[in-house]
């Protein structure tokens, strides 16, 4: 499998693709491709479009070139919700999330690949077994562990369920598996010990997986919806989906005020995603190919 | 082994207690609570009333679990096509030498990146029956305008072509990874053979492409039947339960109608579904997935 993936990544920088024959064949293909990235903007070019229309002028529809933009709808967006404040909740969720599942996850990858212990298979098919098991199931058993720790509606709770993924253990386990046995060997000569091993040696070895794993707790934790849904109620706490459905209950038909949201919800990710595409794409193509 | 016995039960806790602390806490244990409570009629106030497997037979007899059910069988039914038909379409375009090839991809996976709730609203007032930009084109055209989501029978659609839209590109990423590695001296080897385009895509792509389809109709079900975000914003499971689906249900049962107990069995009913679905699959893998 493993051989596979370096040949197929080696492929993929070399490769240019079939040869298109005829002029007639390569428009086509052009034409193509541009109505499908039409279709995949256009969206995102109406909702800042609408969230600049005056409400009077929304009941037929924004037009194209809108005639008097205003910037309205983020001033009753910014009165309705402490909107920075969820804005950086989303952030500061999705980056504490994503760093202890980075470092729990590549520990335990450690503990699984490079440690000899007793029941190691059943323990691994415990991880594996929360694996199978989705948010969705265990949404209620949780919310009811919550309220009785008395933790519900804090940052803990919308923390808590991300500590740890086995998703991202299972994937680390592989990379570190693939480190070569004798550099440990080398190093352990040298007088170094499993921390060191595993944080000068193996670390290193491993960043695409650990990129990979980081793309997918981010992601995750970014569009987490049920969950909070569940288990926040305060306004200061609340991240950007659940704000964002709590600003539609409130302003129904108001899809400039809508919009603005939404338009606000799409740049902290739109600008993450603009600086790391490249890293981000390759992680999920990464976890395909198997 | 590299150091003593004791020494080494240290090293194993230091590694892996940090990650098996918090999945033992927040997922084994409500795992084994969640069976627990699927035998009581609990309403999280009252104590919880023993009633064995009384929540499992009153939802298999409950006309509602069946409708939502079919609900989320017509949702992954109305995706998968789609979505898979879509990405393989983009993905053959963009395996082709193409100018601007990089932009066009990260313009196709933009939607993945976005969050399930903003696409959610962002269709849905694309969407929308009055003003909505879809019916104003469909309106110009001559076309039926239809109610979409304030409509039963388009509620659902609604759901699926919007969801469609967002996962295109996440499985247009996977599936050109795949195209990508399939080796070219097999088209070389079929052109000297005098095979045309339309064959070698049959012959061709499509076997050697199918461990990547294996796993994006694998992923594709998992989440498929799991689909709750993009419902909850766009229909709330409405008009008149139309497009309700089945973590609708187990929401709506825990905390709108108070029936923790047979929330808790949906959510196993929902459950042994997934693991019984992804075994078929895996299973039936050998007899269509081939790895080259």
């Known amino acids: 499998m493993r051989d596979t993936r370096r040949r197929t990544a080696r492929r993929a920088a070399q490769y240019e693709g079939p040869e298109t024959r005829s002029l007639a064949a390569r428009i086509a293909l052009y034409v193509a491709v541009l109505v499908g990235a039409a279709i995949m903007l256009f969206p995102f070019l109406w909702t800042v479009i609408t969230s600049i229309t005056p409400e009077g002028s929304l009941a037929d529809g924004p037009t194209l070139i809108v005639d008097n933009p205003t910037l309205g709808a983020y001033r009753t967006l910014l009165d309705a919700m402490p909107i920075w404040r969820i804005i950086v909740n989303s952030l500061g969720v999705a980056v504490a999330s994503t760093a202890l599942q980075l470092v729990t996850g590549s520990m335990a990858a450690y503990g699984f690949a490079r440690l000899r212990f007793p029941l190691k298979n059943v323990v691994f098919g415990f991880y594996l077994a929360t ?98 849904l569940v288990v926040i109620r305060s306004p200061e706490l609340m991240t950007l989906p659940l704000g964002l459905s709590t600003l539609q209950g409130q302003f129904t038909t108001q899809w400039d005020v809508v919009m603005a949201g939404s338009v606000v919800s799409i740049v902290p990710i739109a600008i993450v995603y603009l600086l790391a595409q490249r890293h981000i794409i390759a992680g999920v193509a990464h976890t395909g190919i198997k | 082994m590299r150091t003593g016995r004791a020494k080494n039960v240290g090293w194993v806790l230091f590694f892996l207690l940090p990650s ?160 990508q590695s399939i080796p070219g001296e097999f088209y070389e080897a079929a052109k000297v053979d005098g095979s045309n385009a339309w064959q070698r895509f049959w012959r061709i792509t499509l076997p050697l492409l199918s461990p990547s389809t294996f796993f994006v109709v694998v992923i ?73």
Not at chain 1, 187 to 210: K, N, Q, S, Y
Not at chain 2, 55 to 84: C, E, F, K, Q, W
Not at chain 2, 122 to 136: A, D, I, M, R
Not at chain 2, 235 to 260: C, E, H, K, N, W
Request: hydrophobic fraction near 55%.
């Open chain 1, 131 to 228: 694996l199978m098991v989705p948010l969705q199931v265990l949404v209620v058993p949780l919310f009811i562990e919550m309220k009785t720790l008395n933790l519900q509606d804090t940052y803990f709770a919308l923390l808590a369920p991300t500590i740890a993924s086995a998703f991202g253990v299972f994937l680390l386990r592989q990379a570190v598996t693939a480190v070569p046995m004798e550099l440990d060997e080398a190093a352990t000569i040298d007088g170094a010990g499993h921390l060191r091993i595993f944080t000068t040696i193996v670390l290193p070895l491993i960043r695409p997986a650990l990129a990979t794993v980081a793309v997918f707790a981010f992601m995750g934790s970014w569009n987490s919806f049920l969950w909070p």
């Open chain 2, 220 to 292: 594709s079900l998992i989440n498929g039947f799991q689909v709750f975000d993009q419902v909850y914003v766009m229909t709330a499971g409405g008009p008149a339960g139309s497009s309700q689906v089945v973590v609708g249900q187990i929401y709506d049962l825990t905390f709108r109608y108070g029936r923790a107990g047979e929330a808790s069995a949906l959510s196993w009913i929902l459950f042994a579904l997934i693991l019984v679905i992804t075994v078929i699959q895996i299973r039936g893998q050998r007899r269509w997935v081939h790895y080259a």
């Open chain 2, 20 to 179: 098996a602390i918090p999945l033992f806490i927040f997922t084994l244990v409500p795992m084994v609570s969640s069976l627990w409570v699927s035998l009581h009629r609990w309403n999280l106030i009252s104590p919880m009333e023993w009633v064995g497997l009384g929540n499992y037979s009153n939802l298999i007899t409950d006309p509602m679990t069946r409708r939502v059910l079919l609900h989320t069988l017509i949702y992954v039914a109305g995706y998968l096509p789609i979505v898979y038909a879509g990405g393989l379409c983009l993905a053959l375009a963009l395996n082709q030498r193409l100018k601007g090839r990089a932009f066009l991809r990260a313009t196709y996976f933009l939607p993945v990146v976005t969050s399930w709730v903003v696409v959610a609203l962002v269709w849905k007032w694309l969407l929308n029956p009055t003003n909505g930009l879809v019916n104003q084109v469909l309106g110009t055209l001559g076309l039926p305008e239809p109610g979409w989501w304030t409509d039963p029978h388009w509620a659902l659609p609604a759901v699926i072509l919007s969801s469609a839209w967002k996962d295109l590109g996440f499985v247009m990423v996977i599936l050109l990874a795949g195209l």
